[in-house]
């Protein structure tokens, strides 16, 4: 009797989604960027550098290094939300996970877009699949980022540094 208890308490397993979690730069020479770089074209110079916070509710938050206003995110089998696609438009999105892969659909007006991100097996790298439909055209890019992002001077940074008289009392 204790073996059926036993294994009536074991069940199935749910899969731990991966953590998307991090500073995200661009491997252009590993990726394929058409414009619109993704989710209905969001992005675009902007893609160079991403940020994620992938929180403890499954939210999966996503902001570019030059325009943290416009940050998107993604709250799998939460029904449909509104991400920004542009200065004054947003799009509504329904998001799933399909594995280990988070994979995000939405339309907005006569533009539909598919996203699937997914995390290398060691975590370091992050690729977003995206393809945007429109009437006159199928975009399909392939961006792939490396989780070391290159730093440098704070000079160089999308808010930069300034540098202070030594010795100020």
């Not at 799009?91 to 007006?109: F, I, K, P």
Request: charged content about 15%.
């Amino acid at each position: 009797m204790s073996g059926l208890l036993f294994f009536a308490l074991a069940g199935p397993v749910a899969a731990q989604s991966p953590d998307f979690s991090g500073m995200w730069t661009l491997d252009q020479s590993a990726s394929e960027v058409t414009p619109p770089a993704f989710s209905g074209g969001r992005g675009g110079k902007d893609t160079g550098r991403l940020f994620i916070t992938h929180a403890a509710n499954d939210t999966v938050v996503i902001g570019a290094e030059t325009n943290g206003v416009k940050a998107w995110s993604f709250t799998p089998g939460a029904g449909p939300l509104t991400i920004p696609v542009g200065r004054d438009t947003s799009m509504l999105v329904v998001s799933r996970w399909d594995g280990d892969r988070l994979v995000a659909e939405g339309t907005q007006g006569d533009m539909t877009m598919h996203e699937v991100m997914s995390l290398s097996d060691d975590g370091s790298t992050l690729t977003i699949e995206v393809a945007t439909t429109t009437p006159d055209a199928d975009t399909r890019n392939r961006l792939v980022y490396t989780m070391a992002p290159p730093v440098g001077s704070c000079k160089g940074w999308a808010m930069p540094c300034k540098d202070f008289p030594q010795g100020t009392p």
